[in-house]
DNA sequence: TACGACATGTAATCTGTTACATGATTGA
DNA sequence: TCAATCATGTAACAGATTACATGTCGTA
């Protein structure tokens, strides 16, 4: 059976506790996100669609006057989920504009101007690792335990793998920038600002 | 003026040299694809589009009975590609299905098959980190140049700090797994395998 | 003569986002 | 009472891939 890309996360949340649409675009939103996003537009219709081909179900569970359908996995879904983490194949899709931006710096007439463009970039995943120390100062609660060795033992299992992930990666490529700039203006300094 | 996706990759590389939509599509496939894909529909399109508001020029030169049509840059396009490029924003997105499944890998019964998940993940990247070493040794004949020392003179300008980014950034996520794969080795044979 | 590279283009399809519509509940 | 949050859903649009259609040229 084949998943689409949103029944991927949707069976993996329901793989850990019963949830509504709603419940599972919170915890997208604040967890897979910076590698898996999804939208309602997709979240609906593929529970209505993952419903048809049984491998969730889905109870009516209103709060007061106010509509909510829970949704549970089934056995079958169970197997299709762990079926497809066990494929040892898997896609690694990259838009990077800040890159894309780099690669083109020689159009740019001087030095400064090119070693901008890469203090840019290394911004940019300053304000991601920002971001990402707020979602795991989120869970531990008042001091931002950030810092690889203590994470794993505030956000257990594998997602502390994953949000380890996303800190050490975005720190490691502001990490590279800062290098490039300081081997650029080196460059710069030996053949005294001749291009590139 | 609002420069689309393709766009930036087409004024870019116009930027360069003067090109046909075939010989931009074959440049892209060579280099930003790790990074910013673009296929046939949407390159020719936009070329029009782009004709139509003079950021490029077209000119038909046929090659034999071989239609051909070779596009230039203008003043006005370079100025829209360098006032794009020294904007300091841009977007990062990335769609990481190995990620996502270390993330779910606790769906899966055994220590050893969590291990596996990002050992799957690993050899992905290490397929990525082969196939950049074929990009920067076709270049520089011969001898597989791919140590970040010598990548720079080999390809000199830009684009080479790109190629040695995807270089660096494949091999670190090896590491990376290389580094967690074991320390869960060792949590295992500390607990004796009692779950994650 | 057949295949692969050169060359341009479009149509169908798929995936995903955004905006909108609708309405209940909770707390300031 | 007003705003934020809870909750579901759809329609319009944007972005991108794939497959197809068409034809030339060089070379094995």
Same mark, same amino acid.
């Given at each position: 059976?084949?998943? @689409?890309?949103?029944?991927?996360?949707? #069976?993996?949340?329901?793989?850990?506790?019963?949830?509504?649409?709603?419940?599972?675009? #919170?915890?997208?939103?604040?967890?897979?996100?910076?590698?898996?996003?999804? @939208?309602?537009?997709?979240?609906?219709?593929?529970?209505?669609?993952?419903?048809?081909?049984?491998?969730?179900?889905?109870?009516?569970?209103?709060?007061?006057?106010?509509?909510?359908?829970?949704?549970?996995?089934?056995?079958?879904?169970?197997?299709?989920?762990?079926?497809?983490?066990?494929?040892?194949?898997?896609?690694?899709?990259?838009?990077?504009?800040? #890159?894309?931006?780099?690669?083109?710096?020689?159009? $740019?007439?001087?030095?400064?101007?090119?070693?901008?463009?890469?203090?840019?970039?290394?911004?940019?995943?300053?304000?991601?690792?920002?971001? $990402?120390?707020?979602?795991?100062?989120?869970? @531990?609660?008042?001091? $931002?335990?950030?810092?690889?060795?203590?994470?794993?033992?505030?956000?257990?299992?594998?997602?502390?793998?994953?949000?380890?992930?996303?800190?050490?990666?975005?720190?490691?490529?502001?990490?590279?920038?800062?290098?490039?700039?300081? @081997?650029?203006?080196?460059?710069?300094?030996?053949?005294?600002?001749?291009?590139?």
């Amino acid at each position: 059976m084949e998943l @689409s890309s949103v029944g991927k996360v949707i #069976l993996g949340f329901l793989s850990r506790e019963d949830l509504s649409g709603y419940d599972i675009k #919170l915890r997208v939103d604040d967890s897979t996100r910076f590698f898996w996003a999804a @939208s309602y537009g997709q979240i609906y219709p593929e529970l209505k669609r993952l419903e048809e081909e049984g491998l969730i179900k889905g109870t009516d569970i209103p709060q007061g006057g106010r509509a909510r359908r829970v949704y549970r996995i089934t056995e079958a879904g169970r197997e299709v989920l762990t079926s497809w983490i066990m494929d040892t194949g898997s896609t690694v899709e990259l838009r990077h504009e800040g #890159l894309l931006k780099v690669f083109f710096a020689d159009a $740019l007439d001087s030095t400064d101007n090119q070693v901008a463009v890469l203090e840019a970039m290394a911004e940019v995943h300053r304000r991601q690792v920002r971001e $990402l120390e707020l979602v795991a100062g989120k869970k @531990s609660e008042g001091e $931002l335990a950030c810092n690889p060795e203590t994470i794993a033992e505030d956000h257990p299992g594998m997602p502390a793998f994953v949000l380890r992930f996303g800190l050490d990666f975005h720190r490691w490529v502001v990490g590279w920038c800062e290098r490039e700039i300081e @081997s650029a203006r080196e460059a710069e300094r030996v053949t005294g600002g001749t291009g590139v």
